[in-house]
Structures are given as C-alpha cells and as structure tokens.
C-alpha cells in the first residue's frame, strides 16, 4: 500500500549519484527542473544528490545550479557531499540513511545521464503505481550517437550497435536510471564493494530476495519513457569500461550460488545483507573462497557466449550485423581475458 507523506502527497525520494561529475551535473539539475513531477500535486518529490568520494567540484557545482533555480523549486533539491566514494556503498546509504522512511517511491540516477523528456519522471512514477505487481521500473538508455544523430565517424557507430539487443531493457534494470518501490527497496542490503550494483539489484527484485523463483513481471519499462547517455568513442575507451561489468556480473553469480547454497529464508538473506553494507572486507573475503571455480574460471563463460546467443535468437541477418557480430566478439574476447585477470590478482571487489 502507498504511504504518504506528512502533507498528504506521496512520498518520493530520487537519488542521483555522482563521483567526480563537476563538468555535467548543473546540465542534469537543469532537466531535472523541467520535470512536471516536480509541481504535481500529487507528489510530494525530493532530489538528493549523493557526491561521493569527490576530488572535483561536483558538489559546488550542484549548489551553484540549484541556487539559479525559481524559489519554489529549490528547496525540492538536497546536496549531500559525502567523504567515501563507491556506487553500491552510496546507494545502499541513500535507500537506508538519508531517503524519507515514508516514500513510496526511491529513485536512482546516474549524475551524466541526460532527461530530454518533461515527463520522464512522472510517466515513470505513474508506471509503477498504477501497476501494483510492478517493484522496479526502468528507463530506456539511448546513446547520445543515436538520439542526436552525431557524426561521430565509423569506429564510435559500430561500438554504439555493438550492443544492441543484447539485453531486453523492460526486464532489465539500467543503473543509470530507474525507480522502486519504497518497501521493496528498503528490504534489500547492497554489498560493500559491488562493481555491478543494479544487476544485483534486479536480482534481488524478481526473487524477492532470492525467496522464489525468478518473476519477470515484477519489472517494466515503457519504450517511450528514455534517458540519453553519453556511447563510449574508442576501443581503447571500451576495452577500459567493460571489464567492469564481467567482473561484475561474475561477481553477482558468485553471490547468488552462495546465498543459495547456504539456504538463507527472506529475512535471513535480508539480514546478512544489512551486515555486509557495513563491512567493506564482507565481499573480498567471500571471492577468496568462491572464485575461481570450475570449469570457468572466475568469469563464466556465459558472458563470452551472449552475443552469440542474442544474435541467433534476435539479430538480423545482414552483411552489416554480421560484421558487428564479428567484431563484438572480438572485444568480448579481449575484455573476458582482462576481467579475468583482474579477478585473479584479487581487483574484483572494492572501489568503483
């Protein structure tokens, strides 16, 4: 059931969160001032920018921006300037310490994401409350390549298909932007440390903390409701950024097996989740002991082979997507390598 807040309106909280984004956040506090979410009545909505672990001016930045905004809507804006950096470390923070205990809603961006849309917000926030089977709605991300047509050259056009359909966006959670449901948010712990805190997020959600079995219609998203981010350039650009997600992603499964093994009920997962948001060390210890692993090493071997597999069930048989196959498959090669490299000289936990 929808709590509200003391002035009757609903309750919701949106976190954005930022390390190091002094050169984009007023761009993002900007669109965030168009959005009608913010004046509706119904709402009662708050912004809460998490600048973590920040050696620029993220945070001067923000308040500059949100001081050049009408009266009314500044006080919709809260700046947090927080000491230690870390993604999962930060969202577990905004769900737990600084969120209103009765929104109904939490929210999470990504600090260099862009809100061409007036409606983003508020199509999202109707998305999920008029669906009461919904716990998390996503946001569509478009790369900047496509939804303003950049002339950017060859290279950087083929990195931005690369990756298309690979993932079904609706049943997927982007960590650049996406909202839950109040209770449901408040259940889950994040992990000191976790590369890739949206996957383990989503997994969280369709199991309900791993207390049964995967139910894809507790997520959604609506093709017409998008973001635009910015597509990485280079190759040496990609190569850098998508280990990161291997490592993640091998990370989660690690995770997943154990909590299973273990047979924790809901409230005992919760539990120790809660506990291991506190202990930084939790989450290196457990790899130490669950990674490498057979036969796979400590990158499954799933991830190598996805592209392979989305192409075959979803891609078109062209000249042109035969070769972004090809060279996908070639940077996969390269990234599942340096994932599991940096996985074995013991990086894959900690600051992200």
């Known amino acids: 059931m929808a709590h509200e807040g003391r002035t009757g309106r609903q309750a919701v909280d949106i976190g954005i969160f930022a390390h190091n984004e ?25 912004v809460m920018l998490m600048a973590n672990g920040c050696s620029d001016a993220t945070a001067a930045r923000a308040q500059e921006a949100v001081a050049a905004l009408p009266e009314g809507l500044q006080d919709r804006f809260v700046i947090h300037d927080l ?3 870390g993604k999962s470390r ?23 994401i862009r809100l061409p849309q007036t409606d983003t917000l508020g199509r999202m926030i109707d998305g999920m409350l008029t669906r009461s089977e919904l716990h998390a709605f996503t946001s569509r991300p478009v790369k900047d390549v496509v ?4 002339e950017v050259g060859l290279v950087p ?3 931005a298909a690369g990756g ?5 966006f609706r049943k997927s959670i982007c960590g650049q932007l996406y909202i839950l449901r109040g209770d449901m948010a408040r259940s889950i712990g994040l992990p000191a440390g976790l590369p890739v805190e949206d996957g383990f997020v989503r997994a969280m959600v369709v199991t309900d903390l791993l207390s049964r079995d995967q139910d894809l219609t507790r997520i959604d998203g609506d093709p017409a409701v998008y973001h635009v981010y910015e597509s990485i350039r280079s190759i040496p ?5 998508q280990p990161r997600l291997s490592v993640g992603s091998a990370i989660n499964a690690a995770l997943y097996a154990k909590f299973r093994r273990e047979g924790h009920d809901r409230k005992a997962l919760q539990d120790l989740l809660m506990q291991t948001a506190r202990n930084p060390e939790w989450l290196a210890g457990v790899l130490k002991t669950e990674l490498p692993r057979r036969p796979f090493g400590y990158v499954p071997f799933r991830f190598l082979t996805n592209r392979i597999w989305a192409f075959r069930k979803f891609g078109r048989r062209s000249p042109k997507a035969l070769a972004v196959l090809l060279v996908g498959l070639g940077l996969d090669s390269v990234v599942y390598v ?12 900690g600051f992200w």
């Open 157 to 159: 056009r083929l990195i």
């Open 164 to 168: 298309d359909g690979l993932t079904n």
């Open 237 to 241: 650009d990609l190569i850098h950024h």
């Open 83 to 85: 000491a230690e950096g």
């Open 147 to 150: 939804h303003d047509k950049l």
């Open 338 to 349: 340096k994932a599991s490299l940096r996985m074995w000289r013991g990086a894959g936990s």
């Open 90 to 112: 930060t969202v577990h923070r905004f769900i737990h310490d600084t969120a209103r205990g009765d929104a109904v809603i939490l929210g999470f961006m990504d600090a260099d």
């Open 22 to 46: 002094a050169e984009v956040i007023a761009d993002l506090i900007a669109d965030l001032s168009r959005q009608v979410a913010l004046t509706r009545e119904d709402l009662d909505l708050r």
